[in-house]
């Protein structure tokens, strides 16, 4: 079976020293793949939260937060719960390697379709050996299904050129939120970018990553089709504030993709103005905390550019 992934450019992270709280990473703001930096005063950070089994945690009070800035606790000044219209590009692995995922691979791309909203819209980027835009920005989800109920795989896996394909194609999107889904089997074995250059064009970007990954432990020996291939899907998400899911069986992708359409619609936007001055072109790292006592994940993105003077 081997890895099948599937990626949301989207935001999450971790970090926590409260022992019934675990946490991992992210944050978004407006300008897909312009470089993510801070020009004013106000840093604001999308938050999720979700339980051990990757539930969404919604209801929450500002008072159970916490947010650092480098280490130096901030004070919010804003705090909101926001249902907003999102930019999505799915990207979609059609490479010799997904004969036999195929059908479950759609039926995700599908169950992550239906929890769209009217004002959202959606890409779809192709990729084995070369990425190619089959249908650009549409509100209209159709299109999309029909193109994978044609597809049929071939070839090998260009990853990364695939992903860069879709960043560029963000730039167009009417939304302040956007997000990469990126479906895809094993690691990449034909692409022209390399891991370094992806991964500092995802941290400066305002994209994130959500990560779902089946694992068939008895094609371990596969080097390509294992440990690289999740090594770099995780890589990203952690770069974008995206989050890596590991699911148990090929049959969950549907569940799973449900779950991020739901996550992606239910984040807390924590706001806060650094104590220090920000422009100074430098990357700051960010660290939110939710003191609910009990077991959760809370993910944003791990940190910003400040604008230069």
Not at 98 to 111: F, I, P, T
Not at 115 to 132: C, G, I, K, T
Request: aromatic residues 8%.
């Amino acid at each position: 079976m081997s890895i099948v992934a599937v990626c949301l450019f989207a935001c999450a992270a971790a970090g926590a020293d409260d022992p019934q709280v675990s946490i991992q990473r992210r944050n978004p703001t407006p300008n897909a793949t312009a470089d993510f930096r801070v020009d004013s005063d106000l840093v604001l950070i999308p938050v999720s939260v979700t339980d051990s089994r990757n539930h969404t945690i919604t209801g929450l009070d500002r008072d159970v937060f916490r947010i650092f800035d480098d280490k130096k606790e901030q004070t919010l000044v804003q705090f909101a719960r926001e249902d907003v219209p999102l930019s999505v590009g799915i990207v979609f692995d059609l490479s010799g390697s997904m004969k036999g995922k195929l059908e479950k691979s759609r039926e995700a791309v599908d169950q992550f379709l239906r929890s769209a909203n009217p004002e959202d819209e959606f890409f779809l980027v192709e990729f084995s050996n070369q990425p190619r835009l089959t249908v650009p920005f549409t509100t209209g989800t159709g299109a999309i299904r029909d193109r994978l109920r044609r597809a049929q795989p071939h070839g090998k896996t260009a990853l990364l050129d695939a992903v860069y394909l879709a960043m560029d194609s963000m730039k167009s999107a009417r939304n302040a939120r956007r997000a990469l889904l990126i479906l895809s089997d094993g690691g990449d074995n034909d692409s022209r970018y390399t891991e370094t250059e992806m991964r500092r064009r995802v941290r400066e970007s305002d994209l994130w990553v959500y990560c779902m990954g089946i694992y068939d432990h008895r094609t371990a020996f596969l080097p390509e089709e294992m440990r690289p291939g999740q090594e770099l899907l995780e890589a990203l998400a952690e770069e974008s504030g995206g989050r890596h899911y590991a699911v148990e069986a090929l049959s969950d992708l549907p569940d799973v993709a449900g779950r991020i359409g739901l996550e992606l619609r239910n984040h807390y936007i924590l706001g806060y103005r650094p104590s220090a001055s920000r422009r100074d072109g430098k990357y700051h790292r960010v660290e939110v905390k939710v003191m609910a006592g009990r077991h959760l994940q809370v993910s944003w993105r791990p940190g910003y550019y400040g604008t230069a003077p």
